[in-house]
């Protein structure tokens, strides 16, 4: 099992940046890739990057070159580094994990979001 924290979530001007953390703990070895998400007042939630255990990353057209994810060299925690935020990007933001189970299973695990509010 993994237990993920997010933190860094707030309230920001448009314009400006936020950077948030999920912080991992339990089977962190297992994990495969960590990715952020975020769900907007009455939208579904939607994928914004994903990093891989080997430091591969990809993102959503939406949020590329505006949104970095990284991490530490230890891999623990991955942070999304978010510039020149819109209104629109508003949301809860959540950390997935994507743990290895045995051989062949991938199980996903979900933090519990962390809300971010631009105002323009």
């Known amino acids: 099992q993994v237990q993920l924290v997010e933190s860094g979530g707030g309230l920001v001007q448009a314009g400006g940046s936020l950077r948030l953390s999920c912080a991992a703990s339990?089977?962190?070895?297992?994990?495969?890739?960590m990715g952020w998400y975020r769900q907007g007042p009455g939208k579904q939630r939607e994928f914004l990057a994903r990093?891989?255990?080997?430091?591969?990353?990809n993102y959503a057209d939406s949020v590329k070159g505006r949104f970095t994810i990284s991490r530490d060299n230890a891999k623990n925690p991955v942070y999304l580094l978010m510039n020149s935020l819109k209104v629109e990007d508003t949301a809860v933001y959540y950390c997935?994990?994507?743990?290895?189970?045995?051989?062949?299973?991938?199980?996903?695990?979900w933090g519990q979001g962390t809300q971010v509010t631009v105002s323009s």
């Open positions: 990093i891989t255990s080997g430091g591969s990353t």
């Open positions: 997935k994990a994507t743990v290895l189970q045995g051989a062949f299973r991938m199980t996903d695990y």
């Open positions: 339990g089977s962190i070895s297992s994990i495969v890739t």
